[in-house]
């Protein structure tokens, strides 16, 4: 049974602070996302990462930063949350071949910015 | 910037209707997939469509791909309180690696 995980369901932080959000995958995908999801905006892509050490910008990656140290491993950072950051963050995984391939979903962290 | 509009964005019916979800765009995908979500849970894929005019069936689901492959439908036959969740479209982009997802719509069916 496949399975992508999520560090946190829910999170509550502060204005300024940092804040690391983690994925991790057990099906040695080697297509890893970062998505937000908004009422009314669907899923925008943060960042994407095709292979260790490798990410890409999606399509609204200002805030964020990645870092894909290992395989399995995919982690979202917040430099400095800020309260329009506030929102659900799913995490997908595809192997290699985009095209026809199933993203799989980890059950997201709904992340609340004070 | 590629864009997938789906409609409606609401939908509230009663147990045994039916209804049609419609997912557009001005752009051409090299695929498209559907994907339903439950409350605090992540997208779980239905069904992905490839060729141009394709159509799917997923029990009392139907899911057709547009001839231009710009556009898809998702029909609902006899709705069940079960499908209950926001549905979302997904198009790969022919940028590797990417897909563009639909604003969603959320459907409640009352028993």
């Known amino acids: 049974d496949v399975k992508v995980t999520q560090s946190s369901r829910y999170l509550v932080k502060r204005t300024g602070e940092k804040v690391f959000l983690e994925c991790v995958q057990d099906m040695d995908h080697e297509n890893m996302f970062w998505y937000r999801q908004d009422p009314g905006l669907g899923l925008r892509l943060i960042y994407f990462s095709y292979d260790v050490k490798m990410k890409e910008k999606g399509d609204i990656p200002e805030g964020y930063s990645v870092s894909r140290e290992k395989k399995e491993r995919f982690s979202l950072i917040l430099e400095s949350a800020s309260t329009n950051q506030t929102s659900m963050y799913l995490c997908?995984?595809?192997?290699?071949?985009?095209?026809?391939?199933?993203?799989?979903f980890g059950p997201g962290t709904r992340l609340l910015v004070l | 910037t590629q864009l997938l509009e789906q409609s409606p964005q609401f939908l509230s019916i009663q147990e045994g209707e039916n209804l049609t979800v419609y997912c557009n765009s001005s752009?051409?995908?090299?695929?498209l997939q559907w994907y339903r979500q439950e409350p605090g849970e992540g997208p779980v894929l239905l069904v992905t469509?490839?060729?141009?005019?394709e159509v799917k069936k997923l029990k009392r689901l139907t899911f057709q791909f547009g001839d231009a492959r710009k556009d898809s439908s998702l029909h609902i036959t006899a709705a069940q309180p079960g499908d209950t969740g926001l549905y979302l479209c997904?198009?790969?982009?022919?940028?590797?690696?990417?897909?563009?997802f639909g604003t969603g719509t959320r459907l409640k069916v009352l028993a």
């Open positions: 997904a198009g790969a982009s022919p940028r590797a690696y990417k897909y563009i």
């Open positions: 997908a995984t595809t192997s290699r071949q985009v095209n026809q391939e199933t993203q799989y």
């Open positions: 469509v490839v060729t141009g005019g």
């Open positions: 752009s051409v995908f090299s695929s």
